[in-house]
């Protein structure tokens, strides 16, 4: 698979992670009896789930950038 290809999924997956541990976050604070171990397992991942796309995002950067460098030099 091409990094580009790898970072894409890498995307989707983090940002899928960081919806689920918001809406969970978001529906425990309307309720009053939470404990506080889910929310800060949430937290951690809404934390890990924003690096995961940061560093997907430099992937695909990366790659894109070196494509261009190799198109410019063939061309």
Do not use: H
Not at 1 to 22: E, K, W
């Amino acid at each position: 698979m091409r990094p580009l290809d790898n970072a894409g999924v890498g995307i989707a997956r983090g940002i899928a992670a960081l919806q689920g541990a918001a809406g969970r976050i978001a529906t425990r604070s309307a309720q009053p009896s939470s404990t506080a171990g889910d929310e800060v397992s949430d937290v951690v991942t809404l934390s890990t789930s924003v690096a995961q796309v940061r560093a997907n995002v430099a992937v695909a950067r990366a790659d894109q950038e070196t494509q261009k460098a190799l198109l410019d030099m063939f061309a």
